[in-house]
C-alpha cells in the first residue's frame, strides 16, 4: 500500500506493508513543517551557540562555530562515524531505517528544510538503500554510526543497494541525474542522532517473533491431541479466574485449533476415566497443562512490546528539538533508546521460554514412556535398527541451549564512552540484535518439532485430528515425507522452516 506522511501517528502495520512512501503534498503540512527550519537558521544569524550546530559535539560542545564552519561540521558528522563494523543489515531492516527517520523528521520538531524530508522520500522511491553494518551503536546519542551511512548516502557517499547490486551511492546518482545532496546546519545531526537503527531491527524481529508464536500455538494444540490430553486446562472459567489478557487469548486460540478432535477428552471424560485406565493421570504434565499461564505472558509482553516500538518510531528523538511556532530550542536526551532496549531485553526472555516449553513438550512426545502409545522416537518402523527422531531431538534440544544462553539483558551493560559525555546509553541495538538472533533457531527447533507432529498423525491416524491439524499436517507433508527409514532430515527441515516463515503453521 502507498503510505503518506505528515506529522500523524503511523501504524507498525503500515511500516510493513508500505510499497511505496511520500510525503504529503498539503501546502499547510510544509508551510508549518518548515517554521523550525527558519527559526533555526535565524538564530544562526544572531550567533547563538547552538548544540550541534554552531558547537561541536558531545564533549567537544564547547566550541563555538561560525555559519560557514557548521556547514563543514555536518559533512564531518557522518564521515567520522563511518566506523559501523559486522555483517551488514538486511535489505529490509536498512529500507525500514530509512523510513522510520522519515516518519520521525516529519514531525517537524527537528529544525531541517523541507528539501531534506524530500530527499528521504527519493532514496524510498528509487529504492536506492544504504548498505549499513550491523555493529557500531550503544544507543544513545541514538544509533550516530549506524544512522551515519543513510547520511552519507544522502550526500552520494559510501555504498547501496540498487537494482539488487552493491553500488556506489555517487554512481546510482549519476545514473539517475541526481545531485549529491549538501547538507544545511544540523541536518546531518537529525539524520543521525535517532534511534531508527534499533527501532528497524525490533520491527522486523516482532513480526517474525509473532509467526512464531501463533505457531507455537498450533503446537501446543497439537500436542493436546496427539498425547491424548485433557482440555479442561483450556476451559474459559479457568481463564476468567485469572484474567490476564494474553493468558485468556491462547487459551482460546489453542482450543478453538482443537475443535473437531477425537482425540483429546474433556473434565467428566477424565474422571470416568480414571479408574478405567491406569496409565491416566488425573492431571497432564505442567508443560501442556500450563501452556496458556507460559505463552500468556508472552503474548501479552509482545503487545507491549509492539506499542513502545511504535511509540519509539513516531518519537522525535534527535537532539536539539526545534519548536519553531514558539521559537524556542530544547537540549534534551530523546535520542536515548531505554524502551526499545528494555522490550528487546524482555522479548529474549519471553523467546526463552518459548524455546524452554516446546523442548518439554517435545521430550514428551518422543519418550515412549510418556506418549501414551506412540512409541520410541516417534518410529513409523519398530524395526530395532531404525532410530526415527533420536537424533531431531538432540538438535532441537541443542537449538533450545541457543536461545536461552542469550537471555541477558542488554541494557544493563550500558558502556560510558566518548569522553564520559555518554556515560549511560541504552544498548537498545544490542538488545535488538540479541532478539533477532534467536529467532533463527527458534524456528528451526519449531521445524524440527512440526516434523515430528506430522509423524505422530501418521502413528495415531489422520481421520482422528482435528480439521486445523489436519490441514497443518497437509502443509508440512508437502514439505518432509514421512520417516520410513534412518535418512538425512536437514534439507526437509529448511523446507518446513519456509512454509512456518510463511505463516502456514500459525
Known amino acids: 500500500m502507498q503510505l503518506t506522511l505528515d506529522s500523524r501517528h503511523i501504524t507498525l502495520d503500515e511500516i510493513i506493508n508500505a510499497t511505496s512512501v511520500d510525503i504529503s503534498q498539503d501546502p499547510t503540512f510544509e508551510t508549518r513543517f518548515s517554521l523550525g527550519h527558519t527559526f533555526l537558521m535565524n538564530e544562526i544569524k544572531k550567533g547563538k551557540p ?95 554510526t549506524p544512522l551515519s551511512y543513510i547520511a552519507a548516502v544522502i550526500a552520494g557517499e559510501r555504498e547501496v543497494w540498487y537494482e539488487g547490486k552493491t553500488r556506489n551511492a555517487v554512481d546510482v546518482y549519476t545514473q539517475l541525474g541526481i545531485a549529491p545532496y549538501i547538507f544545511k546546519p544540523k541536518e546531518a545531526l537529525a539524520i543521525m542522532n535517532g534511534t531508527a537503527s534499533m527501532s528497524a531491527i525490533a520491527l522486523s524481529s516482532l513480526t517474525k517473533f509473532t509467526t512464531i508464536l501463533e505457531s507455537m500455538e498450533s503446537f501446543v494444540s497439537a500436542m493436546f491431541e496427539l498425547l491424548l490430553s485433557d482440555t479442561t486446562p483450556l476451559d474459559s472459567f479457568v481463564h476468567e479466574s485469572k484474567p490476564f489478557t494474553g493468558q485468556i487469548k491462547t487459551a482460546h486460540a489453542i482450543k478453538t485449533k482443537l475443535e473437531g478432535s477425537k482425540l483429546t477428552h474433556g473434565r467428566d471424560d477424565r474422571y470416568d476415566k480414571f479408574f478405567a485406565d491406569n496409565e491416566l493421570n488425573i492431571q497432564d504434565t505442567y508443560s501442556i497443562r500450563c501452556a496458556p499461564q507460559v505463552l500468556g505472558v508472552v503474548r501479552d509482553n509482545l503487545e507491549i512490546s509492539k506499542n513502545w516500538v511504535e511509540q519509539e518510531i513516531n518519537s522525535v528523538n534527535d537532539n536539539p528539538l526545534i519548536d519553531g511556532e514558539n521559537q524556542k530550542i530544547y537540549t534534551s ?46 518410529k513409523l518402523s519398530r524395526e530395532p ?122
Not at 344 to 370: P, S, Y
Open 385 to 506: 535398527y531404525f532410530h526415527g527422531f533420536k537424533a531431531m531431538q538432540i538438535t532441537l534440544s541443542s537449538l533450545s541451549a541457543d536461545v536461552i544462553k542469550n537471555t541477558t539483558a542488554a541494557s544493563i551493560h550500558s558502556r560510558s564512552t566518548e569522553s564520559m559525555n555518554q556515560d549511560k546509553v541504552s544498548m537498545g541495538t544490542t538488545a535488538a540484535l540479541d532478539f533477532a538472533k534467536m529467532l533463527e533457531p527458534l524456528e528451526l527447533m519449531l521445524s524440527i518439532a512440526f516434523m515430528g507432529v506430522a509423524q505422530a498423525v501418521d502413528i495415531r491416524g489422520k481421520e482422528l485430528v482435528s480439521p486445523t491439524l489436519l490441514k497443518h499436517y497437509h502443509s508440512i507433508r508437502e514439505s518432509a515425507n514421512p520417516l520410513l527409514e534412518d535418512r538425512r532430515m536437514d534439507v526437509e527441515i529448511l523446507r518446513v522452516r519456509s512454509i512456518l516463515q510463511a505463516g502456514k503453521l500459525a
Open 333 to 378: 536526551g530523546n535520542f536515548y533508546g531505554g524502551y526499545v532496549a528494555h522490550a528487546m531485553d524482555t522479548l529474549k526472555i519471553c523467546a526463552a521460554n518459548v524455546a524452554d516449553l516446546l523442548d518439554k513438550e517435545f521430550a514428551l512426545l518422543v519418550d515412549h514412556k510418556f506418549n501414551r502409545g506412540i512409541g520410541e522416537n516417534i
Open 50 to 144: 547552538i548544540y550541534g550546530v554552531t558547537t561541536g559535539y558531545g564533549a567537544s560542545g564547547k566550541n563555538y562555530l561560525t555559519y560557514e564552519q557548521s556547514a563543514i561540521l555536518q559533512q564531518n558528522l557522518y564521515r567520522f562515524h563511518g566506523c559501523g563494523v559486522g555483517e551488514p543489515l538486511s535489505h529490509e531492516i536498512a529500507r525500514y531505517m530509512v523510513i522510520i527517520r522519515l516518519i520521525s523528521l516529519s514531525k517537524g520538531r527537528s529544525g531541517i528544510s523541507y528539501t531534506l524530508l524530500q530527499r528521504l522520500e527519493l532514496l524510498l522511491k528509487h529504492d536506492i538503500i544504504p548498505i549499513i553494518p550491523s555493529l557500531g551503536s550503544v544507543g544513545a546519542s541514538g544509533d550516530l
